[in-house]
């Protein structure tokens, strides 16, 4: 099992080393580090104008965001299983040639996918801010906790989202039961002492116990451990057998560009086990997470401050669905057809915005829950403006192949500029007075050139995906 | 008689590795032409330049009139190819994906096309299966059947027959040279000398990137030999001397 594990941490290495250049790889946590040192400078300001404790709040939230938007991994745990791109063939399909079990090979891989993320992303952060913490008066003790309680955190939500997605994988009744439950109990709580559970791994930064470390490594082991018992891949051999849906479809696209190929990419999406799955997996849940991370920062913010920048953020997690529609694409699926880069990049944007049904959706919804109608506008227009800004971005800078930004510290590094610095720009505006959020529609002009230039980019470049 | 496929100089290097060395390579009208060679010979890297899957880093090639480097599209939609892996997408059915080639080829007799190849290729008891749960060689009678749904005036074909049984081999083959006979042209890679020896009329094989040699089975069985020992003695050869 070790031997397992250490194998597909080489070969995880190995991709992205042959994709990358290993430097270029190595300096990715390097640049994740320089970055949270630089923004925990930030920290003694924010601190100040938020109330006494939030800051940490805000930040542990996050962390569990984080993981959330990592620990899908029931979603994926048939693709995982049965990885095989063209000639290369993944440890995880070829280890099933071994005397072990699926879920032993698949618990492999959660391991593998969980130290990375954590040497990548989490541990880098905290390396960062503990660098920082002579200059912004943090004690060692302090870094030490945020060290601990910050990985948990993350950890948290990677375990809590994995348990969601594998019993929504076995079965949507348990997982509508599963719900219901944890809110009836949660309601009970409320009812019962007038708060909510405490958050352990908070519990932890603001007073180390050994009590609430030995209970938080009990609830996360089992979360992972019942997650591992309910993984249940696809056997081999079995046939999914489905009615012909591609015609009906085709039809119903007609108006979009290149119907034939948004089709397939729908079918593809609905049929892998994403549709509502990634829908409430990547959006809503992590969605509701940050508008529980906005509302704690309400007494510093204007009013309708937590619905504009709340629409802001869906606008950039609106624009990683054209990842959902890049993710199942196989090398060679196309080699045999008049197809052309262009063509693909412009039907799966032609497909993209009619998926924004949902975050305009969502973002109505949160503007009447919240009681900010009359600003529903302005809303819509900059969810749709930094959606539109940051998938031009992705496509120019990554093609068809936009997981590339989460590990290329070039490409991250030229998004984050792009994307961030009319984001903050069109934040401040709108701060200033809502109505000024209509700017962001000013970006649907520079977001469509840019596509025309990625367009003009990715048909000049040695086609990958063929 | 007219040429369907014309390489000049063609070259593809991978960095310090040249996968195809100056190629050189004409096919007429109404061939059935076989590319042999050993594996890692260059038989799918030609194939991948001569349908604009990948540029060449030196040399031109026009398939049927059509310069495969400045409109890959135009050539991919008048031929038919059959790539090395059978890859179709996995989240379609099988009759979806015939449905799928013909919307993008713009082929309005799928329902019909498709009936046939199903039946043809014995293999309609799987035509709502999803192709990601298709047995190998199941799949590679899709991949077939797309290659030939829209009747191609020239098909670029990757070992087609490695994943196929006897039987469906052998009704490959009479399809192949029926396909011929009707005035069309396939340009077939292969490293089963056999199959190449049986059915085409004309071959070129290669090795380590380099065009080897050129000839059609009537002069080989002028001189008495088969294939399969003419090619191991040029291959041997050719070691002995690197």
């Known amino acids: ?466 | 008689m007219a040429l369907v496929v014309e390489a000049k100089g063609l070259s593809k290097r991978y960095g310090e590795t040249v996968a195809v060395d100056s190629l050189d390579l004409e096919v007429p009208e109404g061939a059935l032409f076989g590319l042999l060679g050993p594996n890692g010979s260059g038989k799918s890297t030609t194939i991948r330049m001569l349908t604009g899957q990948t540029r060449p880093s030196a040399g031109t090639a026009t398939v049927l009139g059509v310069d495969t480097a400045a409109d890959p599209v135009e050539v991919r939609r008048r031929v038919g190819i059959i790539p090395e892996q059978e890859t179709p997408p996995s989240f379609l059915t099988a009759a979806e994906y015939l449905r799928f080639v013909a919307a993008v080829r713009g082929f309005a007799g799928v329902e019909k096309a498709a009936d046939w190849w199903f039946d043809f290729l014995d293999f309609g008891d799987k035509r709502d299966v999803l192709c990601k749960d298709l047995s190998r060689g199941t799949r590679q009678k899709l991949m077939f059947a797309q290659a030939f749904l829209h009747s191609p005036r020239l098909a670029l074909i990757d070992e087609p027959l490695v994943n196929f049984d006897p039987i469906v081999q052998h009704q490959v083959k009479e399809f192949l040279v029926e396909y011929v006979e009707k005035g069309n042209t396939i340009f077939l890679s292969t490293h089963i000398l056999e199959v190449a020896e049986e059915v085409c009329t004309g071959y070129a094989v290669l090795h380590r990137g380099r065009l080897f040699a050129t000839g059609t089975p009537d002069e080989l069985r002028q001189t008495g030999r088969h294939l399969p020992e003419v090619f191991l003695e040029l291959v041997r050869q050719d070691r002995g001397h690197a």
């Open chain 1, 1 to 466: 099992m070790l031997d397992l594990f250490i194998a597909m941490v080489r070969e995880e290495w190995r991709v992205h080393a042959v994709l990358f250049g290993p430097a270029m790889f190595a300096l990715l946590p390097v640049l994740v580090g320089a970055m949270a040192f630089m923004g925990a400078f930030l920290v003694p300001v924010v601190d100040q104008a938020l109330p006494a404790g939030d800051l940490a709040s805000i930040v542990h939230v996050l962390f569990l965001l984080l993981g959330a938007m990592v620990g899908g991994f029931g979603l994926v745990g048939n693709e995982v299983m049965n990885r095989r791109f063209g000639q290369a063939s993944f440890v995880a399909f070829a280890a099933r040639t071994l005397p072990l079990s699926e879920q032993r090979i698949f618990a492999a891989f959660v391991a593998k996918d969980t130290v990375y993320y954590l040497v990548l992303w989490i541990l880098p952060v905290i390396a960062g801010v503990a660098l920082a913490s002579p200059f912004i008066g943090l004690s060692t003790e302090a870094v030490l906790r945020l060290l601990l309680s910050l990985t948990l955190s993350f950890l948290s939500g990677l375990a809590g989202l994995f348990l969601l997605t594998t019993v929504w994988g076995r079965s949507r009744l348990a997982f509508g039961l599963l719900l219901l439950g944890a809110t009836a109990a949660i309601g009970a709580l409320l009812l019962a002492t007038g708060g909510l559970p405490p958050y352990l791994p908070l519990v932890l930064y603001r007073g180390f116990s050994w009590s609430a470390l030995a209970q938080t490594l009990a609830a996360l082991g089992a979360a992972f451990a019942v997650s591992l018992l309910l993984f249940s891949p696809a056997p081999t051999g079995s046939e999914r057998r489905h009615p012909d849906r591609f015609g009906v479809l085709y039809a119903r696209l007609g108006r979009l560009p290149f119907p034939a190929l948004a089709s397939k990419d729908l079918l593809d999406l609905w049929r892998s086990g994403g549709g509502v799955g990634q829908v409430l997996f990547s959006l809503l849940i992590p969605l509701v997470l940050c508008w529980f991370l906005l509302s704690l920062l309400a007494p510093v913010l204007p009013s309708h401050g937590v619905l504009l920048l709340f629409s802001v953020l869906t606008g950039v997690l609106a624009s990683t669905m054209f990842t959902w529609l890049t993710a199942f694409d196989t090398p060679g699926a196309y080699a045999c057809l008049p197809v052309a880069v262009g063509d693909l990049i412009r039907s799966k944007l032609g497909l993209f915005a009619l998926l924004h049904v949902v975050p305009v959706a969502i973002v109505l919804g949160a503007a009447v829950l919240a009681g900010g109608g009359e600003v529903g506008l302005p809303a819509l227009a900059m969810m749709l403006g930094v959606s539109a800004w940051s998938v031009s971005v992705t496509v120019y800078l990554a093609g068809l192949s936009p997981n590339v930004l989460v590990y290329d510290p070039r490409v991250l590094v030229t998004y984050l500029a792009a994307v961030g610095l009319p984001v903050v720009g069109l934040v401040v505006l709108a701060l200033v007075n809502p109505w000024l959020g209509l700017v962001a529609l000013a970006l649907l002009g520079p977001a469509h050139l840019l596509v025309r230039a990625a367009v003009r980019r990715w048909e000049a470049a040695e086609n990958t995906i063929f």
